[in-house]
């Protein structure tokens, strides 16, 4: 009897065990499920949704196939056809080119109209979906055509891309692969595909553009036999369009590409990519994405902050681009084989807005990354005699203005990052600055650049000078103390262009005199003495001797005063052909373009770190947001979004290569930065929210500082930098 009463009650509590629901699997929290790549793909922000790899070779993103300012990286949020899926992209640049080697599934019957025009073809089977239909994630994109009921998916490695297309029941399963596609700027010039057997496809895209002679070689494998095939010139020479059917409802492919050969683009891919498994592969990328995005972890009570921070760095890391093949090959800028020799070769360096926080930021989480890309700059010189300005796909650019390669160069070697050759890197600097470009004869001879004699003059000027200051940083430390002089004098030629009497920097004529009529607030895209801005914009770009801007302005107070008139003007900018990339205004402060980054900060200089503090919230919460048009201008490869990071942890890189590092506004709780394997620097601000902006009292390793900034070496060294915070102002903070 016992022992019957026994197996009834284990019986009795094994059902009701049973009857209790299963605990619930707790979803792990990954930083990826943060980034949120269609922020950015309206308004001005130039970004694409795709999947990308950190730093990888290729970007797989959807394009529209409309031509326009705001369709540079192939796609716009605002449209909602879609010409094909290519294989390069630029991230929020403002010109456009790439979109190379373009895919497109189709179900209908494809035919070839007699001199047909390329874009002609590509409307006619460009297909049409919605966003609720599109997955973007880090190293994911998946789009289902409206149209045609074809679900598309991209994954990416560092040098292969790989596709999936589900096909609907019914209907042909056919994959166009269009070489004559292209985006505003780009124009293909010679093209070549080969069906090389029912399971490889091989070709060829040259074309003119942005980047002068790019080249692109490729490969694509696919899991299931080409049942059909039928190649063409669609629009005549370089317009190449092939189109492939298949007997199977799903097919994959994965593409590998070189700027050097075949043979390259197939060794690419077949080392990066050598299975089928696209789960697989998709996480894979999507570890990598979450290794990289952990080198900087905070914490927030707002998880929409959190989105915003994570898909922020999740955008400083798609440029620079892989550019040199697993042999270490990659094209010339000339045209002919290099070799990068124990290193990575990149491509895509939009200088002019990066030197600002972009690279900065890579010095703290990148550090290998910093000596490639530098090696990459010197491999440039040492072809053509003078370092980058904009190189794209092995090829110059000149766009934009200054040689702020030099600051990063100058960057790495202040701040003891890389093995590249310093002496190289010195002469290289020095060569450039003294070349005879763009106006530079003029500024070395005059002092200044004539108005009368080179376009957007002050900018040009104003930017050399901060390049100067640079060489000159980088001379003194290698004990080369006459050009360190020399150079130390040209950075104070911003002084040439002070109009004391209107309080501005001004164009000034080869007589001397000033540009007249002068307005402030007046610009022009083309023919201004400022580059995308005005003057009351780039009275503050002196960022290497703020001290000495202070003191031309008349003190503190008085340029404290001024500096306060920039964010209160009530018309920022005039002028009927004003450039469209003057955007994010406060005032005539212009936060969407790069020029002005650095102002707000300028009030700690003068005594003011509240209106620092009290500004930087505001851009912040109003220029950035978790929406697809939530950068207030061109992301510009990164560099909208590293302004952010830093701002985010509370400090910014003024003069990028001084070492220092000025206190703005944490947003952020806590930061945590992995500047070395294992070793980490974390910021605390714990009161921090929208409205506690104020910092009251700073602790560096639990002493109090007196000063408005953190040395690079103190970040380095992996200490605690401790922000109390408040709703109120601390005006004494700082004096």
């Known amino acids: 009897m016992i022992k019957t009463i026994s197996i009834f009650s284990g019986a009795i509590m094994l059902l009701a065990a049973c009857s209790q629901p299963a605990p619930q699997q707790v979803k792990e929290t990954r930083l990826t499920d943060f980034v949120d790549p269609f922020i950015g793909t309206a308004f001005h922000g130039h970004t694409y949704p795709g999947a990308a790899y950190p730093f990888g070779q290729i970007q797989l993103s959807p394009d529209n196939g409309t031509q326009g300012w705001d369709w540079c990286s192939g796609y716009h949020y605002s449209d909602s056809i879609v010409a094909g899926f290519s294989h390069l992209h630029l991230s929020g640049t403002g010109i456009g080119d790439l979109a190379d080697i373009s895919f497109l599934p189709v179900t209908s019957e494809v035919t070839f109209k007699e001199g047909e025009k390329n874009a002609d073809f590509v409307t006619r089977y460009a297909g049409k979906y919605s966003h609720s239909q599109e997955i973007a994630k880090p190293g994911y994109y998946a789009m289902t055509l409206k149209s045609n009921g074809v679900k598309a998916e991209f994954t990416v490695t560092e040098r292969a891309g790989l596709h999936r297309y589900s096909f609907p029941e019914g209907g042909e399963n056919n994959l166009l692969i269009n070489l004559g596609f292209a985006i505003n700027w780009d124009k293909p010039y010679k093209t070549s595909l080969n069906v090389v057997d029912s399971l490889l496809v091989t070709g060829s895209r040259l074309s003119n553009g942005w980047a002068a002679d790019q080249h692109v070689f490729f490969a694509v494998r696919f899991s299931k036999p080409i049942a059909k095939s039928a190649i063409t010139n669609v629009g005549g020479e370089g317009r190449t369009v092939a189109s492939l059917n298949f007997n199977d409802k799903q097919i994959m492919s994965k593409v590998g590409v070189s700027s050097v050969s075949i043979e390259n683009a197939i060794a690419n891919l ?25 080198k900087i972890k905070i914490q927030s009570s707002d998880s929409v902050q959190k989105t915003i921070f994570y898909t922020s760095l999740y955008h400083t890391m798609v440029a620079p681009a892989l550019f040199s093949d697993l042999n270490g090959e990659f094209k010339g800028v000339k045209g002919d084989v290099q070799k990068a020799v124990g290193y990575n070769r990149y491509t895509v360096f939009s200088l002019w807005d990066t030197y600002r926080a972009l690279h900065p930021l ?37 766009c934009m203005v200054g040689n702020h390669s030099i600051s990063v160069i100058a960057e790495a070697i202040l701040k003891g990052i890389g093995d590249f050759d310093k002496e190289l890197a010195f002469e290289a600097m020095k ?60 950075a104070e030629s911003f002084k040439a262009y002070f109009d004391k009497e209107t309080g501005f920097m001004r164009g000034k004529l080869s007589n001397g005199q000033w540009t007249t009529p002068f307005d402030p607030a007046f610009s022009k895209h083309e023919g201004s003495d400022y580059t995308e801005g005005n003057a009351w914009q780039y009275l503050w770009l002196v960022p290497q001797n703020v001290p000495g801007l202070i003191e031309l302005l008349g003190g503190k107070e008085p340029f404290a005063d001024k500096l306060d008139q920039l964010f209160n003007v009530k018309e920022g900018v005039t002028g009927k052909e004003a450039s469209s990339d003057i955007s994010g205004l406060i005032g005539a402060y212009a936060h969407g373009n790069e020029p002005g980054h650095h102002t707000t900060f300028l009030f700690n200089y003068a005594g003011r770190a509240w209106r620092t503090q009290e500004l930087n ?29 830093f701002s985010a942890m509370g400090f910014y890189p003024v003069n990028p290569s001084e070492m220092k590092y000025q206190f703005g506004s944490p947003l952020v709780q806590e930061a945590k930065v ?22 009251q009292e700073v602790k560096l390793n639990g002493k109090m500082l007196d000063r408005s900034f953190i040395t690079h070496q103190e970040i380095i060294d992996g200490g605690v930098l401790e922000f109390t915070m408040s709703a109120v102002p601390n005006k004494n903070l700082f004096k």
């Not at 650049?449 to 430390?477: H, T």
Request: overall charge negative; aromatic content about 10%; glycine content about 6%.
């Open 270 to 294: 077949d080392a990066s990519l050598p299975g089928w498994d696209f789960d697989a592969t998709q996480k894979a990328a999507s570890d990598a994405w979450e290794k990289e995005l952990s």
């Open 362 to 398: 890579f010095t703290l989480t990148q550090q290998p990354k910093v000596n490639d890309m530098v090696k990459s700059m010197l491999d440039h010189y040492k072809q053509t005699g003078l370092l980058p300005v904009w190189e794209l796909e092995g090829n110059e650019t000149f």
């Open 431 to 490: 060569k450039t600055s003294m070349n005879d470009r763009d106006g530079m004869g003029l500024y070395d001879k005059l002092g200044y650049m004539p108005a009368d004699k080179i376009q957007q003059s002050v900018a040009k000027s104003l930017e050399v000078a901060i390049d100067d200051w640079c060489v000159a940083a980088v001379a003194q430390k290698l004990g080369k103390t006459e050009d360190a002089a020399y150079f130390g004098k040209r």
């Open 674 to 695: 992995e500047v070395a394997p294992g070793k980490y620097f974390t910021m605390k601000a714990p009161l921090a929210t929208v409205a506690n902006k104020y910092i």
């Open 617 to 645: 919230r505001e851009i912040q919460t109003t220029m950035y947001t978790n929406k697809p048009d939530g950068i207030s201008g061109n992301e510009d490869c990164g560099q909208m979004s590293a302004w952010y990071i």
